[in-house]
Protein backbone atom coordinates (compact mmCIF):
# COMPACT_ATOMS: atom_id res chain seq x y z
CA UNK A 1 0.00 0.00 0.00
CA UNK A 2 2.81 2.65 0.85
CA UNK A 3 4.06 1.74 -2.82
CA UNK A 4 0.78 2.61 -4.34
CA UNK A 5 0.93 6.06 -2.59
CA UNK A 6 4.72 7.05 -3.36
CA UNK A 7 3.71 6.52 -6.76
CA UNK A 8 0.91 8.22 -7.03
CA UNK A 9 2.90 11.49 -5.26
CA UNK A 10 4.84 10.35 -8.00
CA UNK A 11 2.55 10.96 -10.83
CA UNK A 12 0.77 13.98 -8.89
CA UNK A 13 4.09 15.99 -8.93
CA UNK A 14 5.55 14.96 -12.32
CA UNK A 15 1.58 16.17 -13.58
CA UNK A 16 2.20 19.50 -12.09
CA UNK A 17 5.55 19.85 -13.35
CA UNK A 18 4.44 18.96 -16.83
CA UNK A 19 1.88 21.93 -16.39
CA UNK A 20 3.93 24.45 -14.78
CA UNK A 21 5.48 24.24 -18.38
CA UNK A 22 2.47 24.44 -20.40
CA UNK A 23 2.75 27.00 -23.40
CA UNK A 24 -0.27 29.38 -22.63
CA UNK A 25 1.94 32.69 -23.75
CA UNK A 26 2.51 31.26 -27.26
CA UNK A 27 2.26 33.65 -29.90
CA UNK A 28 2.81 31.97 -33.54
CA UNK A 29 6.21 30.84 -35.15
CA UNK A 30 9.11 30.77 -37.38
CA UNK A 31 8.42 29.60 -40.80
CA UNK A 32 10.92 30.96 -43.50
CA UNK A 33 14.33 32.43 -42.69
CA UNK A 34 17.20 32.83 -44.60
CA UNK A 35 20.60 34.49 -43.33
CA UNK A 36 21.40 34.77 -39.89
CA UNK A 37 18.72 36.07 -37.42
CA UNK A 38 18.79 36.60 -33.87
CA UNK A 39 16.48 36.93 -31.22
CA UNK A 40 16.65 38.69 -28.46
CA UNK A 41 14.51 38.04 -24.30
CA UNK A 42 15.75 39.80 -21.88
CA UNK A 43 19.83 39.70 -21.14
CA UNK A 44 19.76 36.26 -23.58
CA UNK A 45 20.18 35.89 -27.39
CA UNK A 46 19.66 32.91 -29.52
CA UNK A 47 19.78 32.42 -33.31
CA UNK A 48 16.64 31.90 -34.85
CA UNK A 49 15.57 28.78 -36.58
CA UNK A 50 12.22 27.53 -38.73
CA UNK A 51 9.69 26.68 -36.30
CA UNK A 52 10.67 28.29 -33.29
CA UNK A 53 7.71 30.02 -31.72
CA UNK A 54 7.42 33.57 -31.21
CA UNK A 55 6.35 34.87 -27.58
CA UNK A 56 5.39 38.70 -26.69
CA UNK A 57 8.62 40.44 -25.76
CA UNK A 58 11.12 39.04 -28.53
CA UNK A 59 13.39 41.76 -30.19
CA UNK A 60 13.78 40.08 -33.55
CA UNK A 61 17.38 41.48 -35.18
CA UNK A 62 18.19 40.19 -38.97
CA UNK A 63 21.33 40.93 -40.31
CA UNK A 64 22.38 41.74 -43.54
CA UNK A 65 21.27 39.72 -46.93
CA UNK A 66 18.65 38.43 -44.11
CA UNK A 67 15.20 37.88 -43.85
CA UNK A 68 12.42 35.76 -41.37
CA UNK A 69 8.97 35.25 -42.09
CA UNK A 70 6.44 34.88 -39.16
CA UNK A 71 2.91 33.73 -38.85
CA UNK A 72 1.04 34.35 -35.75
CA UNK A 73 -1.38 32.24 -34.54
CA UNK A 74 -4.88 34.17 -35.80
CA UNK A 75 -2.78 33.98 -39.44
CA UNK A 76 -0.89 37.26 -38.99
CA UNK A 77 2.13 37.17 -41.35
CA UNK A 78 5.00 39.63 -40.63
CA UNK A 79 8.24 39.39 -43.25
CA UNK A 80 11.09 41.47 -41.72
CA UNK A 81 13.69 42.22 -44.55
CA UNK A 82 17.66 42.51 -44.23
CA UNK A 83 19.28 45.10 -41.51
CA UNK A 84 16.35 45.05 -38.90
CA UNK A 85 15.14 45.73 -35.31
CA UNK A 86 11.51 44.84 -34.56
CA UNK A 87 10.30 44.38 -31.18
CA UNK A 88 6.84 42.07 -30.32
CA UNK A 89 5.72 44.47 -27.89
CA UNK A 90 1.38 42.91 -27.35
CA UNK A 91 0.11 40.18 -29.06
CA UNK A 92 -3.32 38.75 -27.87
CA UNK A 93 -5.92 36.84 -29.87
CA UNK A 94 -8.57 35.57 -27.59
CA UNK A 95 -12.13 35.59 -29.63
CA UNK A 96 -13.94 33.80 -26.88
CA UNK A 97 -12.93 36.77 -24.88
CA UNK A 98 -12.97 39.38 -27.48
CA UNK A 99 -9.78 40.49 -26.99
CA UNK A 100 -7.21 41.14 -29.15
CA UNK A 101 -4.11 43.43 -29.57
CA UNK A 102 -1.18 43.17 -31.84
CA UNK A 103 1.41 46.09 -31.21
CA UNK A 104 4.91 45.62 -33.01
CA UNK A 105 8.02 48.16 -32.93
CA UNK A 106 9.89 48.23 -35.98
CA UNK A 107 13.10 50.38 -34.77
CA UNK A 108 14.79 49.42 -38.10
CA UNK A 109 14.81 48.16 -41.43
CA UNK A 110 11.46 47.06 -43.20
CA UNK A 111 8.34 44.55 -42.66
CA UNK A 112 5.72 43.58 -44.24
CA UNK A 113 2.36 43.08 -42.44
CA UNK A 114 -0.61 41.21 -43.93
CA UNK A 115 -3.84 40.83 -41.67
CA UNK A 116 -4.76 37.77 -40.33
CA UNK A 117 -8.26 37.21 -38.51
CA UNK A 118 -7.26 39.62 -36.15
CA UNK A 119 -7.73 42.31 -38.60
CA UNK A 120 -10.96 41.02 -39.70
CA UNK A 121 -12.43 41.08 -36.33
CA UNK A 122 -10.78 43.82 -34.44
CA UNK A 123 -9.00 46.08 -37.15
CA UNK A 124 -8.54 48.69 -34.16
CA UNK A 125 -6.63 46.65 -32.13
CA UNK A 126 -3.75 46.49 -34.65
CA UNK A 127 -0.90 48.69 -34.17
CA UNK A 128 2.43 49.27 -35.61
CA UNK A 129 4.83 51.54 -33.56
CA UNK A 130 8.38 53.17 -35.70
CA UNK A 131 10.68 55.73 -33.93
CA UNK A 132 8.71 58.71 -35.51
CA UNK A 133 5.05 57.53 -35.70
CA UNK A 134 2.19 54.75 -34.86
CA UNK A 135 -0.02 53.44 -37.62
CA UNK A 136 -3.23 52.34 -36.95
CA UNK A 137 -3.69 49.26 -39.64
CA UNK A 138 -7.00 49.36 -41.40
CA UNK A 139 -5.98 47.82 -44.39
CA UNK A 140 -4.85 43.63 -44.94
CA UNK A 141 -1.28 44.47 -46.44
CA UNK A 142 1.30 47.25 -46.14
CA UNK A 143 5.24 47.57 -45.91
CA UNK A 144 7.26 49.90 -43.40
CA UNK A 145 10.81 50.89 -43.83
CA UNK A 146 12.43 52.80 -41.24
CA UNK A 147 15.70 54.66 -41.44
Known sequence: MGTRVF????????????????????????????????????????????NDKLYEGYLIATQDHSNIGLVFIDGTQLSIGPSSQVIINRYLFSPKQKQYSFDVMIEKGCAIYSSGKLGELSPDSIKVQTPEATIGVRGTKFLVEVE
Not at 13 to 26: K, R, Y
Open 7 to 50: SYVILALSLSCFSAHADPAFIGTIKTLQGKVSIQVGSSTFVAQV
